[in-house]
């Protein structure tokens, strides 16, 4: 059974950096398309970015430029690197396929973003 399992999150100052972490226990992660998406209080979850098979990414307005989505498929891992953040970017942060699978939602990672 396929699980995706996200880390890294916490509490940074504004400004600061984070990176996450999914971890996939098997091979199939490589080669599908996957996504970075968040869910902040009170809000529906959102794409952040994306990354084809082949290594393509898409970011959503709010995060380009700022956010990086990686991928090592050697490792079955996917990363998401976070600069410049700021207290908007604060949420529950999930990986799963792109578009999204409802049976692979896993617990996500909290990112806070605060002084």
């Known amino acids: 059974q396929v699980q995706l399992v996200e880390s890294g999150g916490g509490l940074v100052q504004p400004g600061g950096s984070l990176r996450l972490s999914c971890a996939s226990s098997?091979?199939?992660?490589?080669?599908?398309?996957m996504g970075w998406y968040r869910q902040a209080p009170g809000k529906q979850r959102e794409l952040v970015a994306s990354?084809?098979?082949?290594?393509?990414?898409n970011y959503a307005d709010s995060v380009k430029g700022r956010f990086t989505i990686s991928r090592d498929s050697t490792k079955n891992l996917m990363y998401l690197q976070m600069n410049s953040l700021n207290p908007e970017d604060t949420a529950v942060y999930y990986c799963?396929?792109?578009?999204?699978?409802?049976?692979?939602w896993g617990r996500g990672t909290q990112v806070t973003v605060s002084s």
């Open positions: 799963n396929l792109s578009p999204p699978t409802s049976r692979y």
């Open positions: 098997t091979i199939w992660f490589r080669l599908n398309d």
């Open positions: 990354i084809a098979s082949g290594g393509r990414t």
